[in-house]
């Protein structure tokens, strides 16, 4: 019957052997862990501008006697989207209208829009968020953006101009 070495040279050379392999295993651990719940945190922000972004693009093709009132109805349900989300900074909401070209261009400066399918026009509602970084915990955020787009353009038709 072996008795358990305590007092051998090989025995004393194998202490602390256990504290080095969980210092090494829990590191590699926490950096999953972070990493995960960073970018669980950032593609929720993301899905939620993405979210507001289509809502405001449909609610510019509501119909609106202007383009003034479509752009303001865009504007106004993509922020009603913002307050279900924790952001670090005030989202910038734009919603344009442009003109789709016969090359696959786009006027967006003087879009001319109508029935006919060269004056065929899209609605682009662009949802930004910068500094994201505030949002996150406080250790090394590298490959994390500062600032987050969701974007939705959707095709109308000339009808209701």
């Given at each position: ?116 399918w060269d004056y065929r026009c899209q609605v682009t509602v662009t949802v ?34």
């Amino acid at each position: 019957m072996k008795t358990p070495c305590r007092h051998t040279f090989a025995c004393r050379r194998q202490r602390g052997t256990y504290a080095v392999e969980f210092s090494v295993v829990f590191i590699v651990s926490f950096t999953l862990l972070y990493a995960l719940i960073c970018y669980g945190i950032v593609f929720t922000l993301r899905f939620g501008l993405q979210n507001a972004a289509e809502d405001g693009a449909r609610a510019a093709l509501r119909y609106q006697t202007s383009w003034t009132n479509r752009k303001a109805e865009a504007e106004k349900v993509a922020k009603a989207q913002m307050p279900k989300l924790t952001l670090p900074s005030e989202p910038a909401i734009v919603a344009q209208r442009c003109q789709m070209l016969a090359d696959g261009a786009t006027d967006c400066v003087t879009p001319k829009c109508g029935m006919s399918w060269d004056y065929r026009c899209q609605v682009t509602v662009t949802v930004t968020v910068t500094n994201i970084r505030t949002a996150l915990p406080p250790l090394p955020l590298f490959a994390v953006p500062d600032s987050l787009v969701g974007q939705a353009s959707m095709l109308h038709d000339g009808k209701s101009l």
